[in-house]
């Protein structure tokens, strides 16, 4: 599945990124992506399906990853990246 991530900064500039996944991915996930993926000085707007339909919104987002299963989730997204940047190199 296909979801939109859209980012907003201090100034209201908008950027987008694409996230993809195989089945049904977890908050706690999509979440761990979306912060790997949010640019700097860029904070969380909204992640949609490719259809356009809402899935999670700024609260949402602050609250799954204050949890311990979305630091966890957040930890591996974070160890996936390095270590791809790491073979990049």
Do not use: W
């Not at 950027?15 to 700097?40: F, H, K, W």
């Amino acid at each position: 599945m296909r979801y939109f991530v859209y980012f907003e900064d201090s100034q209201g500039h908008l950027r987008q990124a694409t996230i993809n996944v195989d089945g049904q991915p977890s908050y706690y996930l999509l979440c761990a992506r979306i912060r790997v993926l949010m640019p700097e000085d860029y904070f969380f707007l909204l992640l949609v399906t490719e259809r356009g339909a809402p899935v999670l919104g700024p609260r949402q987002f602050d609250k799954v990853l204050r949890t311990d299963e979305g630091i966890v989730a957040l930890a591996k997204e974070l160890e996936k990246h390095l270590v791809l940047r790491l073979n990049d190199d």
